[in-house]
């Protein structure tokens, strides 16, 4: 069992940038993957970014590809998604979820997670 608690929400300016972390207890981190998540009010929950156990591996949005960077450290149970270049758009509730048999591609769809953090609210202003 994999319990995720994110943190770094807050507000930003448009332009401006904010750094998630999730943090995970247990010690088998290193056998999920990690994803985080978005949903906005009145949209479906939209993938974000993943990243591999073996941290050899990162899938993007391609609404977030060159702004946003995933990283995890497995020694401290932590993934992060740097965020960059914020814009109005990005506004949303971002959870990270930890996938423990599924990999590649499969990682960009929510079916290919096991374990859910309860979000943290990202809000861009213009």
């Known amino acids: 069992q994999v319990q995720l608690v994110e943190s770094g929400g807050g507000l930003v300016q448009s332009g401006g940038s904010l750094r998630l972390s999730c943090a995970a207890s247990?010690?088998?981190?290193?056998?999920?993957?990690m994803g985080w998540f978005r949903q906005a009010p009145g949209k479906e929950r939209e993938f974000v970014a993943a990243?591999?156990?073996?941290?050899?591996?990162?899938y993007y949005a391609d609404s977030v590809k060159g702004r946003f960077t995933i990283s995890r450290d497995n020694a401290k149970n932590t993934v992060n998604l740097q965020m960059s270049s914020l814009e109005p758009e990005d506004t949303a509730v971002y959870c990270c979820?930890?996938?423990?048999?599924?990999?590649?591609?499969?990682?960009?769809?929510?079916?290919?997670?096991?374990?859910w953090g309860q979000g943290t609210q990202v809000t861009v202003s213009s």
């Open positions: 979820a930890a996938s423990q048999f599924y990999s590649g591609p499969s990682l960009y769809t929510g079916r290919a997670y096991d374990h």
């Open positions: 990243i591999s156990r073996s941290v050899s591996d990162k």
């Open positions: 247990g010690r088998t981190f290193g056998s999920y993957a």
